[in-house]
């Protein structure tokens, strides 16, 4: 079974230092990674996207690809009390549409001022 | 505002009530999906329609019925539901292919009482 894995938390980070957000995933096939981040009461919004190894950064965002390892993170920079959230990370899988992405349950990150 | 329109964004109903719930996409995008999000949980997705062919996830009650009468519609019935069926439901939207985001509607969060 395809699973992607994160640690719940909370991350708890003082404002202005680094967040570290990891995913692990299983399916050795997997080609996209997405990061993306939920509001409490809301939905998930894309920040993140990532399809080949090493880093990519957008702002104070940056997602880093280990295909080795399989291994997916995310960094914030600056960390505000505004990123306080839940930070989604999904895989995208060869295969049916079914399975074809597939969420991991979130790290939730409280950003203390 | 995602381009992805659910209605309603809140609703509560008894177990012997029937109720549908309804997205919208205006992004152009070829296919659609419903999600489940309970607490604690990763997001559960339900069912798909790409490019005009339904797959679902062989595990969601028989409660819970889609429709997709056309590339930006989808609707979700729901009959006879449990109150364990409490939860978040995200409808979403992409453009097949490698890479293809999902863009998230704003959810209806649904109470079985």
């Known amino acids: 079974q395809k699973e992607v894995e994160q640690n719940s938390g909370p991350l708890s980070v003082p404002e202005g230092a680094i967040a570290s957000l990891n995913c692990t995933y299983s399916?050795?096939?997997?080609?996209?990674f997405f990061w993306y981040r939920q509001y409490s009461g809301k939905s998930p919004e894309l920040i993140m996207s990532i399809y080949s190894n090493g880093d990519k950064e957008d702002g104070r965002f940056t997602a880093q690809l280990n295909k080795a390892s399989q291994y997916v993170s995310l960094l914030i920079r600056d960390s505000q009390p505004s990123d306080s959230a839940t930070y989604l990370c999904?895989?995208?899988?060869?295969?049916?549409?079914?399975?074809?992405?597939?969420f991991g349950p979130g790290t939730s990150l409280s950003v203390i001022p | 505002e995602t381009g992805v329109t659910q209605t309603p964004r809140h609703l509560v109903m008894g177990m012997t009530n029937k109720k549908s719930l309804k997205c919208e996409q205006h992004l152009g995008h070829n296919a659609m999906y419903w999600y489940k999000q309970s607490a604690k949980k990763p997001l559960e997705l339900m069912f798909v329609y790409s490019l005009e062919e339904r797959v679902e996830n062989n595990s969601v009650p028989s409660r819970f019925s889609p429709e997709c009468p056309n590339s930006s519609h989808l609707f979700l019935h729901l009959h006879t539901l449990q109150p364990e069926d409490s939860a978040l439901y995200l409808c979403a939207s992409s453009q097949v292919g490698v890479g293809s985001r999902a863009f998230f509607g704003q959810g209806t969060r649904l109470t079985v009482v």
């Open positions: 399916d050795r096939g997997s080609q996209s």
């Open positions: 999904a895989v995208e899988n060869e295969g049916t549409s079914y399975d074809k992405v597939i």
